[in-house]
């Protein structure tokens, strides 16, 4: 497990931030478990970057995959397991590991109202927000920085999904 934010375990990444929160990123390969302590006051979740595996533990775990994302509800710990180990599969190549991003937070009490890429505490101040990136008082991301890697094309080029510039412009509006 890497850590990014926080303490896990006693162990405290490099990132600062200004709320208690924890980030880690975790490789599991196929058999493994990961139990991470989770103190009761914070929100645990486990996003699913690569694979497949479960979640909980106990008697009736829940199946995850890439893409998803597992709220766990009051606790203590969590448990993340890496894909199941096929018994008599020696001879073949054994499933992908497991990547998870593992996020732990105090709740803020707070309205949280989403837009794009903008998360603020109300749609006054979503609406402030897409007006200063529109008007390029947030910054500006030069043309072609942004190139999310999505795979490789037949001939072996990255494809990219989008391309940002000095003319990207977003509107918002409510009903």
């Given at each position: 497990?890497?850590?990014?934010a926080?303490t896990?375990?006693?162990v405290?990444?490099p990132?600062?931030?200004h709320?208690?929160?924890?980030?880690a990123?975790?490789?599991?390969p196929?058999?493994?478990v990961l139990h991470v302590?989770?103190?009761?006051?914070?929100?645990?979740?486990?996003y699913?970057l690569?694979g497949t595996g479960?979640?909980?533990?106990?008697?009736?775990?829940a199946?995850i995959?890439?893409?998803?994302?597992?709220?766990?509800?009051?606790?203590?710990?969590?448990t993340?397991s890496?894909?199941?180990?096929?018994s008599?599969a020696e001879?073949r190549?054994?499933p992908?590991?497991l990547?998870v991003?593992?996020?732990?937070?105090?709740?803020?009490g707070?309205?949280?109202?989403q837009?794009?890429?903008?998360?603020?505490?109300s749609?006054?101040e979503?609406?402030?927000?897409?007006?200063d990136?529109n008007?390029?008082?947030?910054?500006?991301v030069?043309?072609?920085?942004?190139r999310p890697?999505?795979g490789l094309?037949?001939?072996?080029?990255?494809t990219?999904?989008?391309?940002?510039?000095?003319d990207a412009?977003l509107?918002a509006?409510?009903?």
């Amino acid at each position: 497990m890497r850590i990014i934010a926080g303490t896990f375990g006693g162990v405290t990444g490099p990132g600062s931030t200004h709320t208690p929160i924890r980030v880690a990123h975790a490789t599991l390969p196929p058999g493994s478990v990961l139990h991470v302590d989770a103190p009761s006051s914070q929100n645990a979740l486990v996003y699913v970057l690569k694979g497949t595996g479960t979640v909980g533990g106990g008697d009736d775990p829940a199946d995850i995959e890439q893409g998803r994302l597992a709220v766990f509800g009051p606790g203590d710990a969590l448990t993340v397991s890496g894909p199941t180990l096929t018994s008599g599969a020696e001879d073949r190549p054994g499933p992908d590991p497991l990547e998870v991003i593992v996020l732990g937070g105090e709740p803020i009490g707070a309205p949280v109202v989403q837009y794009g890429p903008f998360v603020m505490n109300s749609k006054a101040e979503i609406a402030r927000a897409v007006d200063d990136f529109n008007n390029g008082r947030i910054g500006t991301v030069p043309a072609g920085a942004i190139r999310p890697f999505r795979g490789l094309t037949p001939s072996g080029v990255r494809t990219p999904v989008a391309r940002y510039g000095p003319d990207a412009r977003l509107s918002a509006s409510w009903r």
